[in-house]
């Protein structure tokens, strides 16, 4: 079935650098949005970055300049260079599938990797 599993996370300082993962497999998805999404305790789910099928990157405005989205459709993989880490950057992070709709809000995106804990620490 189509699986979307992540690798990365961890702990780092404020100011450190992490590298998120995603593998698809199942199906490809080379003509799809793919997004990141993070939810820290208490709050809901939020958007971060997305990309389109031509590389064509979307970010949340508080990341923008620090994130660095990736997608290689061979693979079928996508990655998330996170740099300049902050503490307010500490969440689960998830990579999603898009279908159809509006990019910015999680309910448009159909499949979901497992997450990965991010904390940063000050």
């Known amino acids: 079935q189509v699986q979307l599993v992540e690798s990365g996370g961890g702990l780092v300082q404020a100011g450190g650098s992490l590298r998120l993962s995603c593998q698809a497999s199942g199906r490809t998805f080379s003509r799809n949005f793919m997004g990141w999404f993070r939810q820290a305790p208490g709050t809901e789910r939020e958007f971060v970055a997305a990309?389109?099928?031509?590389?064509?990157?979307y970010y949340k405005e508080s990341v923008k300049g620090r994130f660095t989205l990736s997608r290689d459709n061979v693979k079928n993989t996508v990655d998330l260079q996170m740099n300049s880490l902050k503490p307010e950057d500490t969440a689960v992070y998830y990579c999603a599938a898009h279908q159809s709709g509006p990019i910015y809000h999680s309910g448009p995106y159909f499949y979901w990797g497992q997450g990965y804990q991010v904390t940063v620490s000050s």
């Open positions: 990309i389109d099928w031509t590389g064509g990157t």
